[in-house]
């Protein structure tokens, strides 16, 4: 009985931590990413949906956050256009910032091709429709090494689980 309520409670601080995106992609207690200097990639910040760890690599989830209020989008970092067009019926950008980093933003419509240099901050294109988010809205999502992390980490703005003890 006692090793089954010892899991459980396991289960729910993992489940906590996931939520927060506190462990996604090697993230290790020293691993602030956020002395990288990125910058938002819109004028205004407005969190409408946050960023949701799945708990697995093919599990349900948020793989990044939805930004509102939206037209113009800009690139959060300096980088190269890896990918710019339609996936799915919506116009996705993708940026790769080098050391594995890379940044998905959906729906963007943008005149820029695949190996285009952009500067953070510069304009990169305009929101679009469709897609998984609602009209006005932009989806900012990050990659890194391949594995998606919470692009909060990347603003300095991820808060830290707190395990409490408990019984």
């Not at 089954?4 to 506190?22: K, P």
Request: charged share 15%; net charge neutral; glycine share 14%.
């Amino acid at each position: 009985m006692r090793s089954s309520r010892a899991g459980a409670v396991a289960a729910v601080a993992i489940a906590i931590l996931a939520t927060i995106g506190g462990s996604a992609a090697h993230a290790t207690p020293g691993d602030d990413l956020s002395h990288r200097g990125w910058v938002w990639p819109v004028d205004e910040v407005q969190i409408l949906r946050r960023f949701e760890a799945p708990p697995h690599a093919y599990g349900p989830g948020h793989r990044g956050i939805d930004l509102g209020a939206v037209e113009t989008v800009r690139a959060p970092a300096d980088g190269q256009v890896a990918f710019a067009g339609m996936v799915a019926g919506r116009p996705v950008l993708t940026i790769d910032h080098g050391d594995g980093l890379v940044t998905t933003l959906e729906p963007v419509v943008t005149e820029l091709v695949a190996g285009h240099r952009v500067a953070r901050g510069s304009p990169v294109g305009i929101v679009a429709t469709g897609g998984h988010t609602r009209d006005g809205t932009v989806h900012f999502g990050v990659r890194w090494d391949g594995a998606y992390i919470n692009p909060l980490r990347l603003l300095g703005g991820v808060p830290r689980a707190v395990l409490m003890p408990c019984c």
